[in-house]
């Protein structure tokens, strides 16, 4: 049940605000995806790195963490799946806490702050 309330609540904010995200896509489109690809490449990227270079962490347990940390529960599962082991879910607990904080918190902030209405 808790799934269909939240599919119900998403599928209703998607429709409240359909006519201005096509506006949005319509006005800025390539500009729009490219900083989509930006913004979700280039920390995953760092993060990686870091936790690769710097941090020198299991691959495994950095592939669950960056899942997490992008707060995707099918992530998660294909990195368990291709590992063959639990192990990558040792690297998820705290970014997705974090992840899921920052998502609640930033979230409105930023519509706030990009309103033009």
Known sequence: M???GLGGF???IGLANGPA???AIQAHG???LGMGVVVTLVPLT???LVAYRVLHMNPIIICGGLAG???VDAAITGCCERAD???PVLGVAVPYAVGNVLLTILGPVI??????G
Do not use: F, N, R
Request: charged share 5%; aromatic share 8%; glycine share 0%.
């Open 2 to 4: 808790s799934d269909i």
């Open 46 to 48: 760092v993060a990686t």
């Open 21 to 23: 995200a096509l506006a």
């Open 30 to 32: 390539w500009m729009l």
């Open 69 to 71: 940390a992008m707060t």
């Open 111 to 116: 519509v706030a702050i990009t309103y033009t």
């Open 10 to 12: 998403i599928a209703a």
């Open 85 to 87: 082991s639990q192990t």
